[in-house]
């Protein structure tokens, strides 16, 4: 699975979080769009709602990941800061369950 | 009306095992899982043999799961190991193994369980708790002490989970005749029953009435409670 796959993995979870907003609450469907933290938009049980969607994606794809992290409520070094960091962390995952 | 899913750890013997015969009876799906075999035999019943405590065999059980079913309406997390030794004489492997299943295993069973759960309309987290906390029985430190972060957890978990509309509450059966308790001397347990309001030896029944009240979608606004058998508060 490359990075563009889960991008759009990432996107399809921001889409299903949008599904359950009003109009003026919509999260950019966007590579700069901060998730987590200064600037997030998500609350740290939206944030936990949206990795589960996450996870359930990948298992779709037979791929085992958990994305807890130690770091996760961290405002600094959160791997959940936006989309492109999480794009990475994903990555980073995938590549270790090869 | 949909399959109710349920999942109850350590349901090979015990409690765990008159629960999973009770949900069975009443039409539910039930997942059980224990480190032994199972000897329950029914079309509703799926059983799988892990440790609860194993971090990559309890995510093995739900990335399995999440095959075969869309939804869970309750976990039950009733699998959990005592040991009765005076606090000085206890090992630290004993400590470990303790800890590990009645606290590790239920933090695993409630976090994996967290994206099944949070598609049931009524979804429900039970904990086993145990009298040995309120009534701080000697000889039992370690697994009052397990149980005392249960049930911490219960009423933390309760807070977070309530988010998804999962209620999270705890059960603390006053002494019952299973496996848990057959290395109890009598005199001890008859001074435990001694100390109760109702002075009586618990029943399954007594655990299943309070389950189903738990369960009931009229108990939405019930979470992060811990209720002891016997009249021990």
């Known amino acids: 699975m490359d990075k563009l796959e889960i991008q759009r993995t990432i996107f399809d979870a921001i889409e299903m979080v949008n599904n359950l907003r009003e109009e003026d609450g919509q999260i950019p469907v966007s590579e700069q769009t901060d998730l987590y933290g200064n600037n997030g938009n998500l609350d740290s049980m939206g944030l936990v709602s949206f990795l589960i969607d996450i996870e359930e994606s990948l298992q779709d794809r037979d791929i085992q990941i958990s994305l807890s992290d130690e770091r996760a409520m961290s405002q600094t070094k959160s791997p959940f800061r936006n989309v492109q960091t999480l794009t990475d962390y994903i990555a980073t995952l995938v590549n270790e369950t090869k | ?233």
């Not at chain 2, 040991?83 to 004993?94: D, E, G, I, Q, R």
């Not at chain 2, 099944?116 to 000697?138: G, Y």
């Not at chain 2, 299943?208 to 992060?224: A, Q, W």
């Open chain 2, 1 to 233: 009306m949909a399959v109710k899913n349920i999942l109850i750890t350590g349901s090979s013997r015990g409690l765990g095992k008159e629960l999973a015969e009770h949900f069975l009876r009443n039409d539910y799906q039930v997942i059980g899982c224990s480190r032994s075999a199972s000897e329950i035999e029914h079309s509703n019943y799926l059983h799988y043999q892990i440790d609860v405590s194993s971090p990559d065999q309890v995510s093995n059980l739900f990335f399995d799961l999440r095959k075969k079913i869309k939804h869970l309406d309750a976990v039950i997390n009733n699998a959990g190991v005592a040991s009765m030794n005076a606090f000085a004489l206890t090992p630290v492997k004993t400590f470990q193994k303790i800890f590990d299943v009645n606290v590790q295993g239920t933090f695993l069973f409630c976090q994996k369980a967290l994206g099944l759960l949070k598609k049931s309309p009524h979804p429900r987290i039970i904990n086993m708790t145990t009298v040995a906390v309120p009534l701080q029985l000697e000889g039992e430190s370690i697994y009052a002490a397990s149980k005392s972060a249960v049930e911490t957890l219960t009423r933390i978990i309760a807070k977070e989970f309530g988010y998804f509309g999962i209620t999270c509450n705890a059960i603390g059966p006053s002494p019952i005749e299973t496996s848990l308790i057959k290395g109890v001397p009598k005199e001890k347990i008859d001074q435990i029953v001694g100390r109760q309001a109702i002075q009586k030896m618990a029943t399954p029944a007594d655990v299943i009435n309070l389950v189903d009240f738990y369960l009931s979608p009229e108990s939405s606004m019930i979470s992060g409670q811990v209720i002891y058998l016997g009249g021990i508060s």
